[in-house]
């Protein structure tokens, strides 16, 4: 005779997944309410909490999916903690990995190749159960990297500067600002400046090559009408940084009618440079920021901006590494986040030869 011991009835509820496929949920909503995050209809949390209540359903199911020998932390690898995100989405992840059960530690690695790659020993050796790394700049030659595919142990990269390996997520920069480029083709505008955004790194070469791609869809060559303008200096800080590069974008040759800025810090600085100058914004010069900081909406003129939307990166993030834990398939987990254009007043249609 068999042993009941430790045997469930059928469709009993193990985790968030059986919990969703029972309430005919994703599991994406089940996370977000128990998360605490925004976004849910009243009635649908009111019902998932029902469920749980009527059901005796603990959210524990990162404990069940450990492997043998790990524990329950978490690793994070970030390149710097005072980003103007970062600290937002170290703290989306702790919340989320903390509903589900888990000790999060995080790595600061200054940018440095050398110095990621001995975090992920420290986690390795901390026998982590997963490790997300934020920017990182390894491949999957990386020893370190390799050694966590050999021990089992889930690795996901967010945004990584260089090419992205399997397990990424990331921000689908260059459809953002395609988006950005046709909103501003519809106001009239075609030479546009970009601001700090240069072909020197990964993030902008990928912003560079979605404005390419929105002129060439109107038959266009991107070189012939985009200037771009390096910041004054990279030793201020972005809003003065932003201020310092007032002169060079409005004196630029064609002078632009729109300036596609680095972030929302950079374009804030050169609104109060251009307006030292007597230049009027959207009426002289449009302009979109990147980031959608929550200040933006409260300038004069509000800032027309590029949100890059960092909590649905790390619910995905967060979601592919739970997954990877308890042994599942990353199903219905995006590996690009898209990007929301959020129309403001910065930008208007462009102004006319004088």
């Not at 599991?27 to 059901?55: C, D, F, P, Y």
């Not at 790194?201 to 869809?217: D, M, N, P, T, V």
């Amino acid at each position: 005779m068999k042993s009941t011991k430790n045997m469930r009835p059928p469709g009993a509820i193990r985790s968030t997944s059986d919990l969703a496929k029972r309430l005919n949920l994703s599991r994406w909503t089940i996370s977000r309410i128990l998360n605490g995050h925004g976004g849910v209809a009243e009635e649908t949390q009111a019902r998932v909490r029902k469920a749980m209540a009527e059901l005796g359903f603990q959210p524990n199911s990162l404990a069940r999916g450990l492997r043998k020998g790990t524990t329950n932390i978490i690793g994070i690898c970030l390149p710097e903690i005072e980003g103007l995100y970062l600290g937002q989405k170290l703290e989306f992840l702790r919340q989320a990995l903390t509903a589900e059960g888990c000790h999060v530690m995080a790595g600061i690695t200054n940018g440095d190749t050398q110095e990621e790659a001995q975090a992920l020993e420290r986690f390795l050796n901390l026998r982590a159960a997963g490790v997300i790394s934020f920017a990182s700049h390894l491949t999957a030659r990386t020893p370190q990297v390799r050694h966590f595919a050999e021990a089992g142990i889930p690795l996901v990269f967010v945004d990584p500067i260089v090419a992205p390996p399997k397990g990424s997520v990331c921000v689908d920069r260059s459809t953002g600002m395609h988006e950005a480029v046709e909103h501003l083709f519809a106001l009239g505008h075609r030479h546009i400046a970009t601001l700090g955004i240069g072909p020197g790194g990964h993030y902008s070469s990928e912003r560079l090559r979605g404005i390419a791609s929105a002129y060439a869809a109107h038959g266009w060559d991107a070189a012939k009408f985009v200037h771009q303008i390096p910041l004054a200096t990279e030793e201020l800080a972005p809003y003065e940084s932003g201020r310092a590069s007032a002169e060079a974008v409005w004196n630029a040759k064609p002078r632009p009618t729109a300036v596609l800025a680095l972030n929302d810090r950079v374009a804030i600085g050169l609104m109060d440079g251009l307006r030292t100058l007597g230049v009027r914004i959207p009426e002289d010069l449009s302009l979109i920021g990147y980031d959608n900081m929550e200040v933006g909406a409260f300038l004069a003129p509000k800032l027309t901006t590029i949100d890059a939307r960092p909590d649905a990166l790390i619910a995905a993030a967060t979601e592919r590494l739970l997954q990877s834990i308890r042994g599942e398939e990353p199903g219905g987990v995006p590996a690009i986040i898209p990007t929301r254009l959020l129309v403001r007043d910065s930008t208007g249609p462009a102004r006319k030869k004088a």
